[in-house]
Each structure stands twice: as structure tokens, then as C-alpha cells.
């Protein structure tokens, strides 16, 4: 084989990147399980001292309420985001496209801009008290409905309306139609879209950046105010946690969907 | 026999449309009115955080005719560039690799460039954090190494921000530039080869090209994005560089001039919008002339 420099370049080049990518990932893990403040290189040993102020009240509830925040925000957007999503394939085409791109739009403007004019507006009509848990959860789920309705759309063009129509034509009424023909072909698509806003609003710092209150900080914002005052490895068994929690979640997932379909928005 | 179906398929289909309605609500009242109104009131009176008073343009003229304020535009706008560029760079070298390479390794790289979604931006950042403090991994391997003599002070510079949020983007510009590449048909670049052409002057002549609108839509989407991006300039930046987003924030919570914060919120909007426009004209316009 004649030797190729341009495919050195590509692999030592992309070799790069995924360390780029890897390392700081791998620095986080490797924080939580060492002894020192400032992890050392060489690395001096192993030791799980971090965990003790990790695994206390002053995270795991943060923690919490991130996961009901986003539990609630990602229920919202399924039952929202899936009903426009059948409309809007099933139904009238006119005007079609323009929905589907005001129902998207939220995705287009930095999430700050939203947050900043969502506590304008609530402080505008005097309703400061709103602020908390519940303002969390609407302003989340704003997000939260596009990825179900992308993903929700793309598992309804495999279903075709014919079906529906058979069980309508063999006496079914329409909403047994629904819930024997259609609900079950479109439910991947409503397990990939609930579990993406999950992730979204779980993760989320900038559409709260504005909307948490003392009594309502969740899991990202507290350990962003944390950071940017002091540091600590603590921060990392924190952050291994959650990571670890995602996971799970994805990981229990995907063994009823394949959630790589929706990656690409089903170009199958 | 089929006109009883269709006549129930029709008031079926009629009254469809009403479900679309929760999610119009829920846009138009979270997102679309709430935004609205911020753009309205960024040239409205305002004292501290309650608008009190008629038109005026003093949050816009104040923010303009301020140095400071014009500074941290400038640095936002190049820094965004500079990220949106190694985004897309980084972003086409890796999709090209997994969707034309047909190696083995294809499904790991995937996975490695994907999984740090799995986490939130606060944790990717805090990695960086670890790596570059002045007592961090860098510098510790930079000392032992002999490379350098004292700490170099990673954070709080331009480099430290850069770095953390290609970090974040980078999985954008890679689903982007993946999509752009699977659409180009994979026989013209057999073609090209087959007509003598090698692997670079195929990829320069015929891929980039085709793949072009591609790419610049990654970088406007990662562009765009640090524009707002929050996280990273406030902690990798250590309070010393200031960014839009960073700006916002000050504005709101530490002076409490939310009229000003309104009006950079728009600055935020304004630039990406003119940038995405800019760049979409640019690309009609280089079609057209070939």
C-alpha cells in the first residue's frame, strides 16, 4: 500500500479532537476518586473523601428538584408537543409548515433572551410570587416541545393512514383507532421525545438563569453559582452523579427505543 | 361503500386543527409574547427593574456610546467567530470521517463526539475549570514536563472561554456537517476519482463545494449560539472576560439596570440575525454566479 500522508494528517488531527472532547470529561470523573484539591500529575492515589460533602441535603436537594422539574416540564411537552404533532400530520396541510416553524421557534433565540423576558414579563404584571418550581416547569416544556414534536413526527410517517382507516373501515371507533393502531406505532416516538426534554430541562442554566429563587435553585445553576466564586472536587461528585443518573435514564431508554433514529430526524 | 368513512374521515379531520392549540398557547404565552414585549420595552423608560416611563433611546444610546459596552460587543462577535469556525472545521473533519471512511472505528468516534450531551454544559465547563486552573492538570504537566517555569493563567483568558464552548458545540456541528455530507451522492466522488483525481483535489473540488451550505449553516448555528452562551464565559472567563450573556446578567442581577439589560438582550438577537442573514444572502448569491 502506497503510504498516504493525507491520512496521517486525518487520524492524528482527528485524534485530537476526540481527546479535545474526552479529556475534560474524563478530568471530572477522574477529580471525584482522588485526594487532592487540585488533582495532581502525576496522579498521587485514590480516594473517595469528595463524596462526604457531595451525598449531603445541600445537593441532593437541588438535585431533586431538578429531576421534578424536568419530570413535570418533559410530561407537559409529551402531551402538548405529541397532540400538535399527530394534528399536524394527519391534519388540513395549509398552513403546515408555519406552525411547525412558530411551534420550533423557541430553538432559534438564545435561551438567556427567553429567560430575561420571561421574568420581565412576570415582573411587569406583578407576579414576582410565580417565580419557583411551577414558572420552571412551563418555561422548560417550551423547549421541550419541539424535539417531541420532531420526534413524534418522524415515528408518525412510518405509520401509514391507511391502518387507521382499515380499523376504521373493520367498525372501530375512532378513538379505539387510536389507541390500538395509533398510539402504539407513535409510542418510540413519544419515549424519545419526553426522555430528550428530560435531558434538556435537566441540564438546562440558561433558560433558568433568571427564573430560580432561593428556595428554588436547581441542580445546574447552583453548581455554576459555586463555580464561578470557588472551586472544589466536590463539584465533581456532584456532576459524576447526575451524569451517572442521565445515563441510567438513557440507558433504560433506549432498550425501548432506538434513539439514534430520531438523531437524524428518521432519513432512514 | 367508502363515502360513510370519508364523510366521518372529514369531521374527523376538522376538527383536528384544535389540537395544535396547547402548543400555539404555550408558545405564544412562554415565548413568543414574553419576547415581544422585551424588544417593545428595551426603548421604553425604565427605573431600576419596573418600566416607568414613555419612549426614549437611552438604554440603546447609553450601551452605544460606552467603550466598555462596545469592547465586550467586539470580543463576544470574535470569539463567537472563532468558535463557530473551529466548530465547523473540527464538525466536517469528524462527519466526513464517519459517514464516508467506512472504517471500523467509525461507531466509537460517534459515541465519544456524542456523549458529553449526556452531561450539562456546567459540568463540561467545570472539566475545563479542573484542567486549567492555575494549580490545575495543565499547568501541573506543563511544570513537571520542564515546559514552563510558573503557572500560565489559562483562566480568565480568551482561550479558556474558546476552548470550553467548542466543547459544547462541537456535537451541533457535527450532526450538521454529518447531514450535509450524507446528502452529497457518493458517486460523483467516485467519479472524480476514477477520472484521475486524487483523495485531497476530490475533497477540495468536489465534496467541499457541494457540501458548502452545510457548513455555513453549522457555523451560524454555533455562531449564534455563543452569542447567548452563559456558562462558559462566566467561569472560564473568571470575571475578567465579559461576554453579551455575561453582560446581561450584570445588568440584571448586579446593577439592576433592567433597561439596559433589555437592550443588550436585543444586541444579542440583532447581531445573530444580521449575521445569519448576511451569511444566507452571501450563499444565495455565490449559487447564482456559478
Known amino acids: 500500500m502506497r503510504f498516504r500522508p493525507w491520512i496521517l494528517l486525518r487520524t492524528a488531527l482527528l485524534t485530537l479532537v476526540l481527546a479535545f472532547v ?59 408537543g405529541t397532540a400538535a404533532a399527530y394534528a399536524l400530520s394527519r391534519g388540513p396541510v395549509r398552513g403546515r409548515a408555519a406552525l411547525e416553524g412558530f411551534l420550533a421557534s423557541p430553538l432559534l433565540l438564545p435561551e438567556i433572551v427567553i429567560s430575561l423576558s420571561v421574568v420581565q414579563l412576570i415582573s411587569m404584571l406583578s407576579a414576582r410570587g410565580f417565580i419557583g418550581p411551577a414558572l420552571l416547569v412551563v418555561t422548560h416544556a417550551l423547549i421541550g416541545i419541539p424535539f417531541v414534536l420532531r420526534t413524534v413526527g418522524v415515528s408518525l410517517l412510518g405509520v401509514n393512514p391507511l391502518w387507521e382507516r382499515a380499523a376504521r373501515d373493520l367498525g372501530a371507533s375512532p378513538w379505539r383507532t387510536f389507541t390500538t393502531v395509533t398510539l402504539p406505532l407513535m409510542r418510540s416516538g413519544m419515549f424519545a421525545g419526553a426522555l430528550f426534554a428530560f435531558i434538556v430541562s435537566f441540564n438546562n442554566v440558561e433558560l433558568s438563569l433568571f427564573l430560580t429563587s432561593r428556595d428554588a435553585t436547581t441542580l445546574p445553576i447552583q453548581l455554576l453559582q459555586y463555580m464561578e466564586f470557588q472551586y472544589s472536587p466536590t463539584l465533581a461528585c456532584v456532576a459524576v452523579t447526575s451524569v451517572v443518573g442521565i445515563c441510567v435514564i438513557a440507558g433504560v431508554a433506549s432498550r425501548f427505543v432506538r434513539l439514534t433514529e430520531f438523531i437524524h430526524g428518521g432519513t432512514k | 361503500m367508502t363515502s360513510p368513512t370519508l364523510a366521518t374521515r372529514a369531521r374527523r379531520r376538522s376538527r383536528l386543527p384544535w389540537l395544535t392549540l396547547p402548543a400555539t398557547v404555550w408558545v405564544l404565552a412562554v415565548f413568543a409574547i414574553p419576547t415581544a414585549i ?58 466526513h470521517f464517519i459517514v464516508r471512511s467506512g472504517s471500523r472505528w467509525r461507531t466509537l468516534v460517534l459515541l465519544v463526539v456524542v456523549s458529553p450531551l449526556v452531561s450539562s454544559v456546567v459540568v463540561r465547563t467545570y472539566g475545563w475549570l479542573v484542567l486549567l486552573q492555575g494549580d490545575g492538570l495543565v499547568n501541573n504537566m506543563l511544570l513537571w514536563t520542564g515546559l514552563t517555569d510558573s503557572p500560565i493563567a489559562f483562566i480568565g483568558s480568551k482561550f479558556a472561554v474558546i476552548a470550553g464552548l467548542v466543547h459544547v458545540l462541537l456535537p451541533f456541528a457535527v450532526f450538521t456537517a454529518m447531514s450535509s455530507v450524507q446528502s452529497v451522492d457518493p458517486v460523483l466522488e467516485r467519479a472524480s476519482r476514477d477520472l484521475g483525481a486524487g483523495p485531497v483535489r476530490t475533497f477540495l473540488r468536489i465534496t467541499l463545494p457541494l457540501i458548502r451550505p452545510g457548513l455555513i449553516a453549522g457555523f451560524m448555528l454555533t455562531f449564534a449560539i455563543s452569542l447567548g452562551a ?61
Open chain 1, 22 to 80: 474526552a479529556v475534560p470529561m474524563a478530568v471530572v470523573l477522574w477529580t471525584s476518586v482522588q485526594p487532592d484539591t487540585y488533582p495532581a500529575f502525576p496522579p498521587s492515589g485514590l480516594s473517595l473523601r469528595w463524596w462526604e460533602s457531595a451525598l449531603t441535603r445541600e445537593w441532593l436537594l437541588p438535585m431533586a428538584l431538578s429531576a421534578e422539574i424536568a419530570v413535570g416540564s418533559a410530561a407537559c411537552a409529551l402531551v402538548v
Open chain 2, 38 to 95: 422585551l424588544l417593545a420595552s428595551s426603548v421604553l423608560t425604565y427605573d431600576g427593574a419596573t418600566v416607568t416611563g414613555p419612549f426614549t433611546t437611552a438604554n440603546y444610546g447609553s450601551l452605544l456610546g460606552d467603550g466598555y459596552f462596545r469592547s465586550v460587543l467586539w470580543d463576544t462577535v470574535w470569539i463567537s467567530a472563532v468558535v463557530g469556525l473551529l466548530c465547523s472545521a473540527a464538525g466536517l473533519l469528524v462527519a
Open chain 2, 230 to 290: 452563559y456558562a462558559a464565559a462566566a467561569v472560564l472567563g473568571g470575571g475578567r472576560v465579559q461576554t453579551l450573556a455575561t453582560l446581561v446578567r450584570d445588568r440584571m442581577v448586579v446593577s439592576l439596570e433592567w433597561g439596559q439589560a433589555a437592550a443588550v438582550a436585543v444586541v444579542i438577537l440583532v447581531v445573530g440575525a444580521f449575521t445569519v442573514s448576511a451569511l444566507l444572502l452571501a450563499g444565495r448569491r455565490s449559487r447564482k454566479g456559478v
